[in-house]
């Protein structure tokens, strides 16, 4: 049988991943009748009319789910918030909410930090949601160690960063245990844990959802993350800029699996990629081109350098070559972001590719920061895509527009179709739920 891709949709609110001076990405979209219309000035990146269009989209090319990313803090830069990053970041959940009463077979995955939060009030929230969707709700699971968003919270940035994962495994462990603690035949039972970071017990008030679990989604490179993702994830949110990268990386995560008594068919290894389609390959590269261009402005150039250099830059030109000067890795001149690597490492593989190929800053950051992209016809899109799942580098991929909210309606169009003559992609939905989207195994209720 023909390994089949699983396709979902990201909706973009940060970093330049999206083009928002672009008009498409301005343009109104239709309010759902009995949906209350925000002002235009709000931006299409918080007008609910926006998540619509997107999951609408998403659920008409058959799509296994709609990921909402999460942010607890504005980022700042340089003492002020950095208004090139992002607008506003509403709750992820409010959002998927309400996108459950527009959409029929669409998953719904939430990005909720397990730092910042506490199991049984997040697992009666995502118990709910699947109720309420009928069997859709997603949990991607993030941590936080930086003081900085710590301070939005009681708890402020007490967590060592050696702990994230701890925590994180724990927190999930415990909420399956209170999606656990209702019988089959509906009867809520007394539950329980006792553990390093959480001592709780009760009752809890949501009965057993059509999932069973939500799920869960994790995102991280390090060997502590692939090893969380092993032992606990449904779906892998990653990112490879290669093929050769992507094969490393799924088979290293599903070679862990068999000891915690798990398939390779039981974790979903999707990276979030990028695509731009043309007519022709020559005008789809030239509109890829443009696109990081418009990304990548001058300023946000100089910006992502000093994101990685940690000093006031700003006297640098764009189009010169990158600085001399070493990076500060003690500085704070940007908070809410998390930091990619040794920041030494990061600049010496930037000036080698600079040296190599003579380019400028703003040139640089261009060819370093993108994600993967596919980029092509619509048939050699396709062709592409299959070829990364067909060779185990993936099962399927997260797909990040550069525009919103219409930024996924080519790509359902045109590359669909064509995915679906392959044979390697679904045409209709084969049951009501997102494991069953997914080819997931209902959660064998424990205690």
């Known amino acids: 049988m023909t390994k089949q891709m699983h396709l979902a949709a990201h909706f973009p609110g940060v970093n330049n991943t999206t083009v928002w001076a672009d008009p498409p990405s301005r343009r109104p979209t239709t309010t759902p009748a009995g949906c209350a219309s925000r002002s ?9 009319s926006s998540f619509v269009h997107l999951a609408r989209t998403a659920e008409r090319g058959r799509f296994d789910f709609f990921f909402l990313a999460e942010g607890l803090r504005l980022r700042e830069h340089k003492g002020r918030i950095h208004d090139l990053d992002v607008v506003g970041r509403p709750e992820s959940l409010t959002v998927l909410g309400a996108l459950a009463a527009v959409t029929e077979h669409l998953g719904l995955a939430a990005t909720v930090n397990a730092t910042f939060n506490e199991p049984y009030e997040l697992a009666r929230r995502l118990a709910s949601l699947d109720h309420l969707s009928g069997g859709r709700a997603a949990w991607n699971v993030v941590t936080s160690f930086d003081a900085f968003t710590g301070e939005n919270f009681r708890r402020g940035g007490y967590l060592d960063r050696a702990d994230r994962y701890t925590r994180a495994a724990e927190f999930v462990a415990t909420a399956r245990e209170l999606w656990d603690s209702w019988t089959p035949e509906g009867t809520p039972r007394p539950f329980a844990h006792q553990g390093q970071h ?6 809890f008030t949501v009965p057993r959802s059509p999932q069973g679990h939500p799920v869960v989604i994790q995102a991280g490179d390090s060997g502590e993350g692939r090893e969380f993702a092993a032992s606990t994830a449904d779906i892998v949110f990653t990112r490879h800029g290669t093929l050769e990268a992507g094969r490393e990386f799924y088979a290293d995560v599903k070679s862990r ?15 979030g990629v990028t695509f731009v389609l ?47 000067i070493d990076p500060d890795p003690d500085s704070e001149l940007v908070k809410g972001r998390v930091k990619v690597g040794d920041p030494f490492t990061v600049a010496a593989r930037w000036r080698a590719l600079s040296e190599a190929k003579g380019l400028s800053i703003r040139q640089t950051v261009i060819e370093t920061t993108g994600r993967q992209s596919f980029i092509g016809t619509p048939a050699s899109v396709a062709a592409q895509l299959t070829e990364f799942v067909t060779a185990d580098a993936a099962d399927g991929f997260i797909l990040v527009p550069h525009l919103t909210p219409g930024g996924l309606d080519d790509f359902v169009d045109r590359v669909v179709p064509l995915l679906q003559e392959r044979g390697v992609f679904r045409t209709e939905y084969s049951g009501p739920t997102l494991r069953s989207h997914l080819g997931l195994p209902t959660p064998v209720r424990k205690g």
């Open 198 to 203: 959480f001592s709780i017990s009760g009752e």
């Open 257 to 271: 699996l068999a000891k915690y008594g798990r398939r390779p068919e039981d974790l979903k290894i999707m990276p």
């Open 40 to 48: 235009p000035s709000i931006g299409s990146q918080i007008d609910f």
């Open 278 to 324: 043309g007519d022709t390959d020559a005008e789809a590269q030239e509109k890829a081109a443009d696109i990081r261009r418009r990304q990548v402005s001058p300023q946000n150039a100089i910006v992502a350098l000093e994101q990685i250099w940690g000093r006031d830059l700003s006297a640098y030109d764009p189009d010169g070559p990158l600085p001399e």
